[in-house]
């Protein structure tokens, strides 16, 4: 009996080797590939002030059903240096070739009511359906190594699922950097809200400051930038441009540099549709053991 997570991948190559549609199927795959990879080319010339530089984005019609999932991190492989300069990307929806909404719901069942749940049974195969420890992490620790000389392990990896009800006062405006070099946010419910209300939108700003070259220079970054962790900063910022707003409404994976990226997230208010769910995906974090990114996700767990 083959583990879970590969009959499902095996699922997927299966629907799309056996299309009857045959070389037909090949073209339009090559046609999507090549055309992700000129998307790229093209952005990569908009380059504007480091602030204001447009995200590296593929197709939104570029879905999973016509690219596999090797194919679909590949596309990071390809524009390495773009997401370096850039510090984030986002890539195609999943909705359109993973029940993602049954994924959601039992996800939601494993969190049962607390905040955040570190790698649930079914939150693992999600990650495993997605090929995101076979394929994704891959790619990042070649990137890590390259660039920022990690020296550790592939496995370093710190998967969350982050659940925020509405009328949840404490997950609000905690502007933050991460301790790991990427950060994945893979949106899986993500609520509406009318009139000015807040949902939980990700307000964040690539290459915020400098890679930290030591853990205190990583840590008093992490103190002086503090000052934007509320509600009234954080809106200044967004009002000049300076975060971008991000509400996931298509349901997009988002990948962006953890330790150079300030982000946040608005409020999901009582005005919301619903509770709001994402899968945060960390990976390496080249901080010691007393670093205080290590500190806080040892108490997190307890
Ligand atoms: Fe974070």
Redesign the pocket.
Known sequence: MLPDSTRMMSGLCRDAHQDDKGCFLLLWKTRNYLTALLQIKFSRGLLGDANTRPMLILSATDTLQERTMEHYWQALEQSREGFMERGAMMFPALSESLDVDAYAREIMQEVVGRTFCASSPTHARLLDALEVRNELAPVLHGMAREHFGYQGSLEDQYHIARLVTPGNSTEQYRA???SHLF?LVIPLIIPTATDGNEAGELLYRPNARRHPRSELENTAGKVWFKRYANRERATRLLEKKQFTLENFAERRPMLFS?RTTL?TNRAVSLAASGPRLTL?A?FFDPSPRYGVGKLLRTLRRR
């Open positions: 933050h950097f991460d950060t953890g982000y945060l960390h």
